[in-house]
């Protein structure tokens, strides 16, 4: 999952990316209104956490630009997190179209409990615990179990699995993938997406899990059909 975060404030800044970064969390953090907007026409988010006393820009106008955009990015869920308490902001921050509303203070346990929920929400899933035959994964430790038993998986693998199993049934193309590991300062590749898939394959074989290829689609888990070598 790959997260924009826009905050000026640099202590805080530093301890939010910190925080989700920990958690297996892809994130791109911006201090300005403007460059957030140039980064939500130029990138694909799965969730953005805005500042609303922004310099260059405020962050009512990124919402309201971002909400005004293609269908893609209208979709993208927005956490305002801020220190205006008032009620009429509030308000005006939900009308405009933020999904969540957090106040500053908050405690990063918290926030970490509404990004999950909005992930839910978005990818219509009721719980944290995401079930697929003997593999389930759990959205708030991160890790994979086959029939209770713990999988032994890297970040990247495991971020892999978590977007191919929020979206079940659809093809996730590998510019898809890329994306939700995708941060600014790393280096991943296409190339790189097959290895991580190729290694996340065989680690799901005991479970009865195939990830499939379709070509020129992209990825798809699916329960291997039974007796299938």
Same mark, same amino acid.
């Given at each position: 999952?790959?997260?924009?975060?826009?905050e000026?404030?640099r202590?805080l800044?530093n301890?939010v990316a910190?925080?989700?970064?920990?958690e297996g969390?892809?994130?791109?953090?911006?201090t300005d209104?403007?460059?957030?907007?140039i %980064? $939500?026409t130029?990138s694909?988010?799965?969730?953005v956490? !805005?500042?609303l006393g +922004?310099? *260059?820009? @405020?962050?009512?106008?990124v919402l309201?630009?971002?909400r005004?955009?293609?269908e893609?990015?209208k979709s993208?869920p927005?956490?305002?997190?801020t220190a205006?308490?008032?009620v009429?902001?509030?308000?005006e921050?939900l009308?405009?179209?933020?999904?969540d509303y957090?106040?500053?203070?908050f405690?990063?346990?918290?926030l970490h409990?509404?990004?999950r929920?909005l992930?839910?929400?978005?990818?219509?899933?009721?719980s944290?615990?995401?079930i697929?035959?003997?593999l389930?994964?759990?959205?708030?430790?991160?890790?994979?179990?086959?029939?209770g038993? %713990? $999988?032994e998986?890297?970040?990247?693998?495991a971020?892999i !699995?978590?977007?191919? +199993?929020? *979206?079940? @049934?659809r093809a996730v193309?590998k510019?898809?993938?890329?994306?939700s590991l995708?941060?600014?300062?790393s280096?991943i590749t296409?190339?790189?997406?097959?290895v991580?898939v190729?290694?996340?394959?065989k680690?799901l074989e005991?479970s009865?899990i195939?990830v499939?290829t379709f070509r020129?689609?992209g990825?798809c888990i699916e329960?291997?059909?039974?007796g299938?070598v």
């Open positions: 999952m790959r997260i924009l975060l826009v000026d404030d202590e800044g301890a910190a925080s989700l970064s920990a969390y892809a994130l791109d953090w911006l209104g403007a460059a957030a907007t %980064a $939500l130029t694909t988010y799965d969730l956490i !805005l500042d +922004l310099p *260059r820009q @405020g962050g009512l106008s309201r630009e971002l005004a955009s293609t893609l990015q993208v927005v956490l305002i997190a205006m308490d008032a009429k902001d509030r308000v921050g009308d405009a179209g933020a999904d957090l106040v500053k203070p405690s990063l346990e918290e409990a509404r990004v929920a992930i839910r929400r978005r990818n219509a899933a009721t944290n615990l995401l697929h035959g003997a389930s994964f759990d959205l708030q430790s991160r890790q994979a179990s086959c029939n038993v %713990a $999988l998986l890297s970040a990247r693998e971020a !699995l978590e977007v191919l +199993l929020l *979206r079940t @049934g193309n510019e898809q993938l890329l994306e995708y941060a600014w300062d280096e296409l190339n790189a997406i097959e991580y190729h290694r996340l394959r680690k005991p009865g195939t499939r020129g689609l990825y329960k291997a059909p039974s299938a």
